[in-house]
């Protein structure tokens, strides 16, 4: 993860990221809840299970690349295979598109499994 983000963003930001990958999972999740709720077919249910799961990550900011390019590629084939509700579609996508490329911040997951570490040295004497 390290190699993919050379520092993971701090102060104002990170905090702008941290509301992205918040309103992003959030909204992602509750849309996949009311689509299942509807009872879709199995194949729109296991796309649905995929989304609700990577909103999931984006909310802890776990596997953020992963997770957004993965959002991005769902909401890319729902935009053609359902043609009702383009522009939510749309702004789902990029989202998860942007948060994919820009990584997930400071406050994540991600920073505290991949991000920098800092070793103290003590003298022997």
């Given amino acids: 993860m390290r190699r993919l983000f050379s520092t993971f963003a701090r102060g104002l930001p990170g905090t702008g990221l941290l509301l ?4 992003a999972g959030i909204a992602v999740i509750a849309r996949a809840v009311a689509i299942l709720w509807g ?7 296991i796309l649905q299970v995929l989304a609700a799961g990577a909103g999931l990550l984006l909310l802890a ?11 991005a ?3 890319l084939w729902d935009i053609f295979s359902n043609p009702g509700d383009l522009w939510t579609k749309v702004l ?3 989202l998860c598109a942007a948060l994919a490329l ?8 991600d920073a505290r499994l991949f991000g920098w570490k800092r070793i103290d040295v003590r003298d022997r004497h």
Avoid: C
């Fill in 39 to 45: 009872g879709p077919g199995l194949g729109p249910a």
């Fill in 20 to 23: 992205m990958r918040l309103v």
């Fill in 61 to 71: 900011g776990l596997w953020t690349p992963i997770a957004g390019a993965l959002m």
């Fill in 92 to 94: 789902l996508g990029t």
């Fill in 102 to 109: 820009l990584g997930p911040g400071a406050w994540s997951v």
């Fill in 73 to 75: 590629v769902i909401y």
